[in-house]
Structures are given as C-alpha cells and as structure tokens.
C-alpha cells in the first residue's frame, strides 16, 4: 500500500510559479510510475504530466508543456511538479498519483493508477 499526500498549492497571480510536492509513505516509490492529474472546477479530470520509475520517460499534456516539468527523488520517496508561467486557466486541484504502469498508455491514463493523493488546490488569479 502507498499514501500519497500533495503539498505546495496555493493561489498565486498569473505569471507566477508554484512547486508541487507529493510525498509518499508506505512502500518505496522507486518501482512505480508517477503521475499528476488536475480537475478544474465543472471539469472532468486532465492529465498533466508523468514519470517513469526511473526518469527515463516524461510525457505532460499539451496545455502544459514548456511550462510544466515533472521530477522524481527515489531516495527522498518524492515526486515534484514545477509549474512555470501559470495562466488562470491551471486553475484546479492537482492530484498525485502513483502505479505499476510501464507503458504510454499506462502513464498517461488515471485510470492505471492505483494510488492516489488527497489533492492540493491551485488557484491562479489573473
């Protein structure tokens, strides 16, 4: 079993950037893909980015890329997302999540995930 806790969301203005922290416990995360998925207000959930276990794959929606990057510590059992140059429409609560996944597919799809966070909200203020 692994718990998942989010951290570092907060409201911001436009332009600005924001750390997302996800902290896992319970097992280590290093064998486990890592994802981040948001849920604006009235919306179905988004993909935002993912990272394989070992680094080596990052993928990030087109609403994010070239903002966005995603990061991994293995030994700290943490994931990151750095969010860069947020615009208003980021808006939303950003979930962590983590699973066995190893393929595209299963790295950019919540539901191959198995583990998820509570959420941390984001709100960008224009």
């Known amino acids: 079993q692994v718990q998942l806790v989010e951290s570092g969301g907060r409201l911001v203005q436009a332009g600005a950037s924001l750390r997302l922290s996800c902290a896992a416990s319970?097992?280590?995360?290093?064998?486990?893909?890592m994802g981040w998925f948001r849920q604006a207000p009235g919306k179905g959930g988004a993909f935002v980015a993912a990272?394989?276990?070992?680094?080596?794959?990052?993928y990030y929606g087109d609403s994010v890329k070239g903002r966005f990057t995603m990061s991994r510590d293995n030994a700290k059992n943490m994931g990151f997302l750095q969010m860069n140059s947020l615009k208003p429409e980021d808006t939303a609560v950003y979930y962590c999540?983590?699973?066995?996944?190893?393929?595209?597919?299963?790295?950019?799809?919540?539901?191959?995930?198995?583990?998820w966070g509570q959420g941390t909200q984001v709100t960008v203020s224009s």
């Open positions: 990272i394989s276990s070992s680094s080596s794959r990052i």
């Open positions: 319970g097992r280590t995360l290093s064998s486990y893909a």
């Open positions: 999540a983590a699973g066995g996944g190893v393929t595209y597919y299963a790295l950019v799809t919540a539901g191959a995930y198995g583990y």
